[in-house]
């Protein structure tokens, strides 16, 4: 059970969009609907953001949002904000009843 | 709104057992999963396990032979035990409601074993 691949970084001014890829394989993104994203400040707990490869929370923005294509998640963030600079994680069921989470992307707003 | 609090020792000599504790407050108990998960310094997540109301429990195969996951639902808590810590245990440890969408966490739990 590998963990799925995120860049360690990515930046961007406000207002812009960026996006956030999470790479695992056919056991486990490429083969199930059941990709989530989470934001995580300093200090903090994580937050769900996105579930289920598309959904998004009550509560949470509409300038988030995920996609997948094969083995490849992405989530997206619109209108880049100050307070959108934190740690995203993403996290797949894989076969086996198990559960794995990317490295983490650090979000830098220029 | 459910919340969930969590305790447990923050510093353990290697060998010892870890055992953390997660408390559900404001929210039904039944028809959810519990989890743990937690955070190496600088690091990414890393899921330990998650447990059914019932006691069905399903673990991350690399802790499994370590890790071990109950429930009291009389008391609405779940726990996480982990056998034989190593400085490779040292991590703020977190439990959550659900797996699709773990949608509330507790406030994280540092341990440190040295």
């Known amino acids: 059970q590998s963990a799925l691949t995120q860049p360690a970084s990515v930046s961007g001014s406000p207002g812009q969009s960026i996006t956030i890829s999470c790479t695992g394989t056919s056991n486990d993104v490429g083969g199930y609907n059941y990709v989530s994203w989470y934001q995580q400040h300093p200090g903090k707990a994580p937050k769900v953001i996105i579930y289920d490869v598309t959904n998004r929370p009550s509560g949470v923005s509409h300038r988030f949002s995920g996609s997948k294509s094969g083995n490849t998640a992405s989530l997206t963030i619109s209108g880049l904000q100050a307070e959108d600079e934190a740690d995203y994680h993403c996290?797949?069921?894989?076969?086996?009843?198990?559960?794995?989470f990317g490295g983490g992307t650090k979000l830098t707003v220029l | 709104q459910v919340q969930l609090q969590q305790w447990g020792a923050g510093l353990l000599k290697p060998s010892e057992t870890l055992s953390l504790t997660c408390a559900v407050y404001?929210?039904?108990?039944?028809?959810?999963?519990w989890g743990w998960i937690r955070q190496p310094p600088g690091k990414g997540l890393e899921w330990i396990g998650d447990?059914?109301?019932?006691?069905?429990?399903y673990y991350n195969p690399s802790l499994k032979s370590r890790a071990t996951l109950s429930v009291d639902p009389s008391k609405n808590q779940f726990s996480l035990t982990l056998a034989s810590v190593t400085a490779a245990d040292t991590a703020v440890y977190y439990c959550?409601?659900?797996?699709?969408?773990?949608?509330?966490w507790g406030q994280g739990t540092l341990v440190t074993v040295s």
């Open positions: 447990i059914w109301q019932s006691g069905r429990t």
């Open positions: 996290s797949s069921y894989t076969s086996g009843t198990s559960w794995v």
């Open positions: 959550a409601r659900g797996q699709y969408r773990r949608d509330a």
């Open positions: 404001g929210g039904s108990f039944g028809n959810s999963f």
